[in-house]
């Protein structure tokens, strides 16, 4: 019993190696095999032909056995029309040495004589030997009679092509496009269409590959150089799709969005003309200080005044952002004419968004709407503002950078007066209580303990090598003995290293520049130990060991794809990946409480852990300060409130709860 099988997006391995095996799946002849045909009958080199036609690239094995796939194949197709003649002259292989063609290059004697004799000096007897001479090859009748053949080869692959050559359409299998082995693979990353394949690179970017066993980047290149070959059938892949992202900027990428008035980034955000601000409420009513007509231009001018650290400057774009969207989507305003009852409404949305039931939502737009999955990138169209509900403390932070942003428009007499000035910050009270979420943190607990951070660098000990694990291996250590930002580690290069004489003993201390927050440097020391582990990660990269004799523009912290700086993204996600993965070996040992604190774990935890770790060894307060960057001592003061864990030690000792009070 004969069964059709159709295409789906989760195939069971059975069915993929039917599909393989050559009995459901008919492998298609594309105009690229034709072309590498027609290069083989010419005799060009069959490896750089097969670079450039083929999917599997410069494998000679492989590329002889397309060749004979595809001869065999059109021998076949001319047999069914008859075409006897044609059929045998394709199945002819003729060797050629290269002189067929020189043959034809040859100048006619008439063209010798203008070019050797233009005074006729020569007999013609004399002129017909150095014509032979010269060119041996016009006198090659075995060159000429290839050079025949393989012409009358052509003229029957002229006429077979358009009987035989197809075109790839969405709906196709894989296996009927590509090599045996590419096929696996792609199929075995979910792949088994070309329309799938298509989808993944469109939603996924230039390395969509990563989820495709054993294909890698130049693997991936060439079925990408393929399907643009077939653009009229398959239609364009999106620009961002053929280069790594990293050599794209944000803005550009966010461009090839869409413009609309809806939730999308800023730079993709239309404005509506009646609420865009030009006439707000608020507006001040001389000319304002700022070159500004609307709200839109307003926000930017002043984001330009944020420059610095990046990072910064994201977070205030971020809240002015969600701010905009919410005034003009939600309240039907523009940002220049919210009032303070207004004000006070968005501080409930934010409090409320992402913990409060969909039946019980106040709001006109729903949650959803501003809802996305967390780490989608701005310029895809699943993303949102939020990834989920906001804590107190995070709810606190956006309503300050809004009214800094409401302050300095007044500041420049764009607005006339700050409606958040007369709003109190407290974060609105939900009825799910479930949500832990909903209550600030009563201890500082955003830092590893020493217990585990023990735990984590015996975890890691044990993981095989491989360049992400070399890595980390290096960034723990790094992050935890000098308390950088996540953005000071992805800044950090050679040239910022130094070395300084030790005062009271032979030998040197290692130093590291950073520029901070607000474009202020500071020393930061690297401890000897952390010198070995940047060492180690250096001899794994290729680099010279002895660290300062390497370029200066070295990263201390390499991307992953090429010898250049990780980005913070990057990094993060990778310390990310790791933190869920200890949660889950906690786990697997029953250790379900003490999983939780690497689930909620990020990057910056590592700072935190850096002080938190200095200050219980007794380091003077300054000293942390001065490490961290922190412009106010009361900020690094954290680091040193032990009492609540004294406070419990004290009643863990006393036998309280146990029926008899130790004395």
């Known amino acids: 019993m004969n069964r059709t099988i159709e295409p789906q997006g989760n195939m069971g391995s059975r069915v993929a190696a039917q599909s393989l095996s050559g009995h459901l799946v008919q492998r298609k002849v594309g105009r690229h095999h034709i072309a590498f045909f027609r290069a083989s009958l010419q005799g060009l080199d069959i490896g750089e032909m097969a670079d450039k036609y083929l999917e599997t690239g410069m494998d000679i094995r492989r590329a002889k056995t397309t060749l004979v796939w595809i001869r065999d194949t059109l021998r076949q197709a001319a047999l069914r029309h008859g075409k006897h003649r044609d059929a045998h002259l394709i199945r002819l292989r003729v060797a050629i040495h290269g002189t067929a063609d020189a043959a034809s290059k040859a100048p006619s004697l008439e063209e010798f004589r203008a070019e050797f004799d233009p005074s006729g000096f020569y007999t013609e007897k004399e002129l017909v030997q150095a014509y032979i001479e010269q060119h041996p090859q016009s006198v090659d009748t075995q060159a000429q009679k290839r050079q025949r053949l393989i012409n009358r080869q052509l003229e029957a692959l002229k006429w077979i092509e358009p009987l035989i050559a197809a075109d790839p359409v969405r709906q196709d299998w894989v296996a009927a496009w590509f090599d045996e082995t590419i096929s696996k693979r792609l199929l075995l990353g979910g792949l088994p269409t070309i329309g799938h394949l298509l989808d993944r690179i469109a939603s996924s970017g230039y390395r969509w590959w990563i989820s495709v066993p054993r294909l890698g980047e130049k693997g991936a290149a060439r079925i990408v150089a393929w399907l643009q070959g077939y653009e009229s059938s398959l239609g364009a892949l999106p620009s961002q799709s053929l280069v790594p992202l990293r050599s794209i900027s944000t803005s550009t990428l966010i461009q090839t969005r869409n413009q609309c008035t809806g939730v999308v980034p800023l730079e993709s955000f239309v404005t509506p003309a009646d609420i865009d601000g030009q006439t707000g409420s608020n507006r001040f009513p001389g000319a ?233 440097w500071r020393a930061v020391p690297i401890p000897s130990e952390t010198m070995v582990a940047m060492q180690e990660y250096f001899e794994c990269r290729g680099l010279n060991v002895d660290i300062i004799s390497n370029p200066p523009e070295t990263p201390l912290i390499a991307s992953q794809i090429d010898a250049g700086p990780v980005t913070t993204s990057a990094l993060s996600k990778s310390l990310d990946t790791f933190f869920d993965a200890i949660a889950q070996a906690l786990k697997a040992e029953g250790k379900l409480i003490e999983a939780k604190a690497f689930e909620r774990a990020t990057v910056h935890w590592l700072r935190h852990t850096c002080g938190s770790h200095l200050a219980l060894s007794g380091a003077p307060l300054n000293v942390v300060q001065r490490l961290l960057g922190h412009s106010s001592l009361q900020t690094t003061s954290i680091y040193t409130d032990s009492s609540d864990e004294n406070m419990w030690r004290v009643v863990e000792r006393s036998g309280l709860g146990q029926g008899t009070v130790k004395g």
Request: hydrophobic letters at 40%; a positive charge.
């Open 288 to 520: 304002p200080r700022i070159d500004a007509a609307n709200d839109y231009q307003a926000i930017f001018a002043w984001l330009a005044t944020k420059s610095g650290n990046p990072n910064t400057q994201r977070a205030y774009q971020k809240e002015a952002e969600r701010m905009l969207l919410w005034a003009v989507l939600e309240r039907g305003k523009a940002l220049s004419s919210l009032s303070v009852e207004d004000c006070a409404a968005y501080r409930d949305w934010l409090s409320m968004l992402g913990r409060t039931e969909n039946t019980q939502w106040p709001f006109r737009v729903p949650q959803s709407s501003w809802l996305g999955e967390k780490g989608t990138a701005r310029h895809k169209q699943g993303w949102k503002p939020f990834d989920g509900s906001l804590s107190a403390n995070s709810v606190r932070f956006a309503i300050t950078i809004v009214s800094n942003l409401f302050e300095w428009l007044v500041r420049v007499q764009y607005c006339s007066f700050n409606p958040w000035s007369a709003v109190s910050k407290s974060m609105t009270t939900t009825t799910d209580s479930s949500n832990d979420g909903a209550s600030p943190d009563v201890e500082f607990m955003r830092a590893f303990s020493v217990g585990q951070w023990s735990y984590l660098m015996g975890y890691l000990a044990g993981q095989p090598s491989t360049k992400q694990i070399e890595r980390l291996r290096f960034v723990f250590p790094f992050a935890h003995s000098t308390g950088l930002r996540i953005s000071e580690l992805v800044d950090a290069n050679v040239g910022r290293i130094y070395t300084m004489p030790l005062s009271d003993e032979l030998g040197v201390r290692w130093m590291l520049k950073v520029l901070g927050k607000g474009g202020k």
